[in-house]
């Protein structure tokens, strides 16, 4: 049986969290496979809203097995606090939840050398959510980091005392003003570590092996998107894994000939949080609306997100990139009222047009050219079936499809689970 995969294709943030709960029904098997708690996987049902940031979007069902694959990066204290929050909902957490030996721990220490990081690069910082994911990932490629087998060892604590030694002498390189108290931060770290002990810890590439033969139905989960690939994206403005379909293999253990379906989650319009080059940002008051409107703020910061039109040159290039087979856009919605709508189709670039993604897309080399669209006006919220969609979102989801060569099968009206139209 293939492995499904499901991705962002822009800047994070395209709403992964609620197709993956829509998805689970079809499912055995929900696999996250890289990134860790800078992720904010947004579900809303049955009127509440959930946030999670490790724990794969599959845990609301009770058909699913969610696994924590061994390209994540965990931070036991948030998780600790994902597990706290999702106590009221009678989830027997234990059962559904298994988690790779194989995937790597986040100190204490490691976040606060992403803040020392950070701190030092002033102007030129990437924007990180100072989660530690840089530095966790630096020790992993490094061969230096903890892991969560380690945590089956009995020498476990000293390991980690050499390591958080070395961070803190690490922390003093960078030569800024950092304040910490490592003793309550450990405190925190070491109390939370007891709670992951109770879960269990599988080798979960011959888990999710065995489950394939034996025809399982699994879906390994992307978190961030395309352009904030460690290779692929708007380096250095990126995070420090590979958001991308390959990353699932790595991340998981799945053969890249075991991929099947390659799921790819859009925005109709673009949105990005932190630093970094965006060509079709705007800073006016159509941006403002989109902000206002699509309610863009970080799921784990709670930062404001950039708003811009869609960016075909950049989409197309995850497309690609991805293999993707079949794409879903999101917040058709929030572009209910634009009289207009703008994308961008290619870009101006040392004197030419290009309809490819250069090597440097900050905005004093490139100028995004744009085709203007008729947009709609209806509330599309409560709308559950296509032939309700307006001609004008219809001609829109037409004319990305054309472009982009990959059929839209999902259109997503709303936050809410339900408010989800299958083409
Ligand atoms: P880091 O991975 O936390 O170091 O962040 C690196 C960059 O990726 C920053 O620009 C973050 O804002 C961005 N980023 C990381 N995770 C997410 C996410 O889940 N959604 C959107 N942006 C993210």
Redesign the pocket.
Known sequence: MAVDLLL?LQ???EGKGKIVDVLTKDYDIIARFQ??P????TLEFDGIKHVLHTIPSGIFHKNAMNIVGNGVVIDPVIFKKELDALDAFNIDIKSKLLISRKAHLILPTHRLL?AASETSKGKAK??????G??PTYMDKTGRNGMRIGDLELSNWKEKYRALANKHEAMIGFYNVDIQYDLKELESEFFNSIKLLKTLTFIDSEEYLYQAQKSGKKILAEG???SL?DIDFGTYP?????NTTAAGACTGLGVAPNKIGDVKGIFKAYTT?????PFPTELFDKDGETMGRVGNEF????G?P?RCGWLDLVALKYAVNVNGVTELMMMKGDVLSGFKKLKVCTAYKYKGETISHLPYNIESENVTPIYTEMKGWSEDLTKMTKVEELPATLIDYIDFLEKELEVPIKIVSVGPDRTQTIHR
């Open positions: 962002g800047w994070g943030d990134g860790g800078n992720a904010g996987h992403d990437i924007g990180s959510t100072l989660k994911i840089g978190a961030q998107g904030l403005f990126v995070t420090s894994s990005r949080v932190g630093s970094g970080g799921a784990t910061t930062r997100r």
